[in-house]
Structures are given as structure tokens and as C-alpha cells.
């Protein structure tokens, strides 16, 4: 990493420190006005001592790839009592298909260091990655052999988890994305937070609310 690429991130964390800091302790946050509730509890999939923040996302959605340096930058900040879950949205078409090259990443032990580099290839290098040749090519630049990487995009495992996201989406009543979802039980939204950037300010505050209720 780059001394300049250092310093953009530390000033990126810096600022969404200050941000967070400053929503947090200035606004109270009002129902249907900065979040929404959902009608039903999800089950979330975290230890019962973690708080859940789930991230859902589609590959090609410029919003969610708009929405990455802050919501990165603000995960950075988070006690270890939080754990993040990000949910590839499965609506079908290329929608699925970027869900299952998220999930055949993981397969192939790549998907944290592939994550930001899949939103780049689409958004910034023009790469559509929705056919299992310029898929595989990809992965490939991970030290994955295209054989493997066509293996894992077939695998049941992974249509299985795609099958999964898009039960979790329903469950959520996710009917666009980016969204975070804290808790099973809070959802932001770019409409309800006001912005992109004001997504992980709101969160961090219901994060901040799922702790104290938990000690009362």
C-alpha cells in the first residue's frame, strides 16, 4: 500500500469518525424518518454476543459501489462486539450472477481481497463479469486456475448460499440496495438516511442503541 493510499484512508476513517461522532450525540433518530423497522425480527447469524450489521449489495449497482469507501471506512471504527455480514441482493439475472462469483470467491478463499477489486472492474474498468469465461479469467489474477474458478461458480454449495441471500433479501423485505440492516431488526436506506454517506452515521447510531439495550 501506497503512503498516498495510507493517507486516504486514515483521512477517510477520520472523517467518518467525526461524522459519526457528531449524528450520534447531536440527533436523536426517529422511526420512518432516519430507519425503518422491520415487521419481523430476522434471525441473525452472528455470535449472540455480536451485534449484526448486514451490507446488502449488488456488484453492479453504482450506489453500492458509490457507497464503499464510506461504509469501509466506518466498519474500520467498530467495537469487536460488531460483526459485519454483507448479502449479495438476488434479483435475479446478472443480479444472481454477481451473487454467485461473491460466493464462489469465498469458496476459493479470495473474497476479501476480490471484494473492492470486483466493483472496480465493473465500474471503473468497464468489465461486466456476468459470464463464467471473464469470471474465471478474473479469478485467475487471484492465483485460481479458470478450471477451479468455473468449479466454484457450478458448485451446489454456492447456488445453495444464492438460494439463501435471496430467502435472507425477502426476509428483510429488501426491495433495493445498498441497505444496511443492524440487528435483524433496523434498516437504512439511502431514502431514509437522507444519503450514501449519512448510511453508516444512522447505523452507527442503532448500533450504538442495540448495546444499550442490551444492558438495561
Known sequence: MSQSTRFIQTTLMALAGLGLSTLASAA???????YEVLPERVETRVADDQ???????????????????????WYETLGEDVSIVHLPATMGGDWNTHAAVFYAAEELGIREEAHADIFDAIHQN????????????????????????????????????????????????????????VDGRYLVTPSSAGSLDNMPQIADALVERVRQEREE
Open 51 to 73: 451485534i449484526e450489521v448486514t451490507e446488502a449489495f449488488w456488484y453492479g449497482c453504482p450506489h453500492c459501489y458509490n457507497l464503499q469507501s464510506s461504509v469501509e471506512a
Open 126 to 181: 468497464g468489465q461486466q463479469l456476468t459470464d463464467p469465461d471473464s469470471i474465471a479469467a478474473f479469478f485467475s489474477g487471484y492465483g485460481v486456475s479458470e478450471d477451479d474458478a468455473r468449479q466454484a461458480l457450478n458448485a451446489f454449495s454456492v447456488k445453495s448460499r444464492v438460494n439463501q441471500a435471496h430467502a435472507r433479501m425477502r426476509a428483510m423485505r429488501l426491495m433495493g440496495v445498498p441497505a444496511l440492516v
Open 28 to 34: 436523536t433518530l426517529v422511526e420512518g424518518q432516519h
